[in-house]
C-alpha cells in the first residue's frame, strides 16, 4: 500500500483531527490533502522531488506530509528548532525544490555561504488559498521513496535516512499488531511531529486504524492533562520525560481513559517504571526504534511486560544479538543490536558508503546498541555503540557541538558528555581546556552557542 492511502477508506463523516479549535472528517481530510498535492504539482513538484516541511505540530503538518508524497515527492520534515544554518545544510544536501513553512523563514544568507541556490518558500496561509487544481494522478510503488529522516552522526553532520511508501505503512501496520488500536481510540499527539516516533506512533497508527488524532502544537504538561480528560485520549505517547512529570503528579483522575501508556526514545528507568504502574494501575509500555527502521523495532506488550524490557520485536521485524566477530550470540550474552524486516531505510542520502556499513548485504541493520535478548524474546539494552546523547528524547551527537565550540576565541581543546539528569534522562555538559593565558567567560561561551546550534544542543553544565 502507497502510505498516503492509509486513511482512504475510512467513513468520510468520521472525525479525524483535532486542532486547538479545529476539527476535521476524514472526507474533509481527504479532499484537502487532494487539494494540496494538485497545487504542489502545478508548483512542480515531480516525483522524487525533494519538499522541506518545518513547522510545530498542527493539521497543515500532517496535510502537508501526505500531499507532498500523493504528488509524488520526497517530504523532508525538518526539526522546528533548528537555526537557519543547520536547515540550509539539509536543503542543500536534499538538493531541495521546494520548502513549506508557516512563516517564511531567514535562509538566503546561510544557503549563499553554502553556495547553494536560493529556495522558494510557500507558507501553510498560501496553501489554504491556493487557486483550485486538477489532480493528476502519479505512478508510484511501495519501494518508491517517500520521506527523508535528518539524523545526527558521529561526524557532526547529519545524515538522510530514506523511508519508502512501504517502510512507513508497514511499521505503522506492524506497530498495531503490538498495540491494537480500533477506529475508536484517540491519540494525543504532544510529541514533536518531525520525529519519526511520533509520526508513526500518534499520527499514521491512529489514521491507519481510523481513529482519532489530538494535536498540541508545543509540548506543556497541564495543557497535555486537559486534552487527555476533555477528548478521552486512550493512547499516550510520550518520553521518560513526560511520565516522570505525571508520576509526580496528584491529579490521578486526569489519565483514567487511557488505554495504552507508550515510552520511547530514551531509556524510561527501572524506579520509575515501577513506580507508574503501582501509582495508576497500569504499566508504561516501553519501545525502542530508530530514524533508520522508520522507526519502531520492539515494544512493550500489553499483556506482558517485563521492566527495563524494551519489549520484543513487532511483527515481520527480526532481531539478533552479534559479537565483535558477526556472530550472533545466545541468550542473555551482551552484543550489538541488529534488526531486519520491511521497516529498514532504502539508505543514506548521498552516502553509499555509510549505508553500506550500517546495511549488510542480507538486510540486517546495525543498530549501534549494545544488548542482550532473553529466551521470550524481550530486548534490553545495556549501552551505545555509539557516543550519542538522548536529552529529553532529542538525539545529540558530541562532536557536533564540538566542533561549534571548537571555534570560539580562546579555546584550545573542549569535550561534550551526557551526564545524568532526573527530568531529561541526560544532560548535555561541556568540558573546556582555555588557550594558554585566555580565560573563558561561561555565559559569553553559551550566549554563542545559541543562535549557532539549537537550543537543546546547548549545554547545561559548563566546566
Not at 486542532?19 to 487532494?34: A, I, K, N
Not at 487539494?35 to 513538484?45: K, S
Not at 523495532?297 to 521492566?307: D, T
Request: aromatic share 10%.
Amino acid at each position: 500500500m502507497l502510505f498516503h492511502d492509509i486513511f482512504a477508506h475510512h467513513p468520510k463523516e468520521r472525525e479525524a483531527i483535532i486542532d486547538q479549535d479545529r476539527s476535521v472528517t476524514y472526507g474533509e481530510f481527504q479532499d484537502l490533502v487532494e487539494r494540496w498535492a494538485a497545487y504542489f504539482e502545478a508548483l512542480g513538484v515531480k516525483k522524487g522531488d525533494r519538499v522541506g516541511l518545518v513547522s510545530k505540530n498542527c493539521l497543515e503538518f500532517i496535510v502537508t506530509y501526505f500531499a507532498v508524497i500523493k504528488a509524488g515527492g520526497v517530504i523532508v520534515p525538518i526539526n522546528f528548532q533548528l537555526v537557519p544554518r543547520e536547515i540550509a545544510y539539509i536543503v542543500k544536501d536534499t538538493a531541495m525544490k521546494l520548502l513549506v513553512v508557516k512563516e517564511a523563514l531567514p535562509l538566503a544568507e546561510p544557503l549563499q555561504e553554502l553556495s547553494a541556490p536560493s529556495l522558494m518558500q510557500i507558507t501553510f496561509d498560501e496553501l489554504h488559498h491556493a487557486p483550485e487544481q486538477e489532480f493528476v494522478p502519479v505512478s508510484l510503488t511501495e519501494t518508491d521513496p517517500s520521506t527523508i529522516i535528518y539524523t545526527s552522526g558521529t561526524t557532526g553532520k547529519p545524515k538522510g535516512a530514506m523511508l519508502s511508501h512501504g517502510n512507513l505503512y508497514a511499521n505503522a501496520r506492524d506497530f498495531m499488531e503490538s498495540i491494537p488500536l480500533t477506529a475508536e481510540d484517540t491519540a494525543l499527539c504532544v510529541l514533536p511531529m518531525y520525529h519519526c516516533f511520533a509520526w508513526t506512533v500518534c499520527v499514521a497508527g491512529p489514521l491507519l486504524c481510523g481513529g482519532r488524532i489530538v494535536i498540541q502544537a508545543v509540548y506543556q504538561f497541564k495543557a497535555a492533562m486537559r486534552l487527555v480528560k476533555q477528548y478521552g485520549v486512550t493512547m499516550f505517547t510520550g518520553v521518560p520525560a513526560v511520565y516522570r512529570l505525571l508520576h509526580e503528579s496528584r491529579d490521578l483522575d486526569s489519565v483514567d481513559s487511557v488505554r495504552y501508556f507508550i515510552s520511547g526514545g530514551a531509556p524510561l528507568g527501572l524506579d520509575l517504571a515501577r513506580g507508574f504502574a503501582l501509582k495508576f494501575g497500569r504499566p508504561v509500555l516501553e519501545g525502542y526504534g530508530l530514524s533508520e527502521a522508520s522507526p519502531v523495532v520492539s515494544v512493550n506488550l500489553p499483556h506482558k511486560v517485563k521492566v527495563g524490557s524494551i519489549g520484543p520485536t513487532i511483527a515481520h521485524v527480526k532481531a539478533k544479538i552479534i559479537n565483535a566477530h558477526g556472530e550472533e550470540v545466545p541468550h542473555f550474552e551482551r552484543g550489538e543490536l541488529l534488526v531486519k524486516g520491511p521497516n529498514v531505510m532504502l539508505g543514506y542520502l548521498n552516502l553509499p558508503d555509510a549505508t553500506a556499513k550500517a546495511i549488510e548485504k542480507d538486510g540486517w541493520l546495525h543498530t549501534g546498541d549494545v544488548g542482550y535478548m532473553d529466551e521470550d524474546g524481550f530486548i534490553f539494552l545495556v549501552d551505545r555503540v555509539k557516543d550519542m546523547i538522548i536529552s529529553s528524547g532529542e538525539n545529540v551527537y558530541p562532536r557536533e557541538i564540538e566542533e561549534v565550540v571548537s571555534a570560539y576565541p580562546g579555546v584550545a581543546e573542549c569535550s561534550v558528555i551526557g551526564i545524568p539528569d532526573a527530568l531529561r534522562g541526560q544532560a548535555i555538559c561541556l568540558y573546556v581546556v582555555p588557550r594558554e593565558g585566555e580565560t573563558i567567560d561561561k555565559k559569553a561561551l553559551r550566549q554563542y552557542l545559541i543562535g549557532r546550534i539549537a537550543p537543546y544542543k546547548v549545554p547545561r553544565e559548563y566546566f
